[in-house]
Structures are given as structure tokens and as C-alpha cells.
């Protein structure tokens, strides 16, 4: 397949934001409910794909996407690469946190807590405010070239 770094890592966060939504719709389809079991429509599998999944693009933006790059950056988006950086961290702490949660030792059958249900869907708009960050840095990027005002 002929992708570019840039084209890979819009697909990447296509693939991220839809796997989030289907996510989303089994909690809400849940919603009438106390809250979802870990097993319901394969929530347990669907959470821990999405963390491989995202472990994967964050280590391609790191090593060939976005966020490969710190040489002859302006030094406001290289405050905003080391910031998007740091925030892979701890997006995927908090993601292996909350698929533990999930996951937890009661077996499939057990309801999820509240409590990680929300935190779950606070981790996915903060990733979803993370992809949305890195599309401004490409497109800053992108204008900056275009108008010859840096390489
Ligand atoms: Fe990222
Ligand atoms: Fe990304």
C-alpha cells in the first residue's frame, strides 16, 4: 500500500474514532440499565483492541508520524510536540487503568462500575481532543510550507 506517513496516521484516527464510537454505542445501548457486564455485545474485547490499536499508532506517530520530527520545528510546535508526547503517556496509562477496570477480577458476568464507565468516556474525549491537536500541527505544518515561511 503506498500510504504516507500522513495519510497512515489519518486512516490511523479514523480507525481509533470509529472503534471509540462503536464502543460508546454499547454503553449507551446499555444506558437503560444500571450499568453494561463486561461481557455485553464483547465490550472486554472491544476495549482491549482499542488499546493495542492505539499503542500501535501512538508508537508510529513517535517513530515515523507526526510527532517524529523535533529538528527545525518552530518553538511553538515543538512545545506543542513534546505536549502531545507527554499526553501519549498518560493517555495510555489511564487506558490501561480503565481496561483493567473493565476487565476486573469478578469475571465476565460482573457489572461495570459507574464510575469507570465514566472515566472511560472522559479518556475517549481526551483522545479524541489528542487526534484533534495533532490534525492542527499538520495543518500548521502544511500552511507553513505552503507559504514558504519554513521548509
Ligand atoms: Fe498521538
Ligand atoms: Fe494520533
Not at 22 to 27: C, S, V, W
Not at 54 to 74: K, T, Y
Not at 75 to 103: C, N
Request: glycine fraction near 6%.
Amino acid at each position: 500500500m503506498n500510504e504516507t506517513p500522513e495519510s497512515r496516521g489519518d486512516r490511523e484516527h479514523g480507525e481509533i474514532h470509529a472503534a471509540m464510537a462503536e464502543i460508546e454505542a454499547i454503553l449507551d445501548h446499555w444506558a437503560a440499565e444500571p450499568v453494561p457486564t463486561r461481557d455485553a455485545d464483547g465490550l472486554s474485547e472491544k476495549i482491549s483492541a482499542l488499546r493495542a490499536r492505539l499503542r500501535r499508532h501512538f508508537r508510529f506517530e513517535e517513530q515515523e508520524g507526526i510527532l517524529a520530527r523535533r529538528e527545525g520545528l518552530e518553538p511553538e510546535d515543538r512545545r506543542f510536540v513534546e505536549e502531545l508526547l507527554l499526553q501519549h503517556r498518560t493517555l495510555e496509562e489511564r487506558l490501561s487503568k480503565t481496561t483493567e477496570e473493565v476487565g476486573g477480577a469478578d469475571g465476565l458476568r460482573a457489572r461495570i462500575p459507574t464510575i469507570v464507565v465514566r472515566e472511560m468516556r472522559g479518556l475517549f474525549r481526551d483522545i479524541r481532543r489528542h487526534e484533534a491537536q495533532e490534525e492542527l500541527l499538520q495543518r500548521r505544518a502544511h500552511w507553513r510550507r505552503s507559504s514558504g515561511i519554513r521548509e
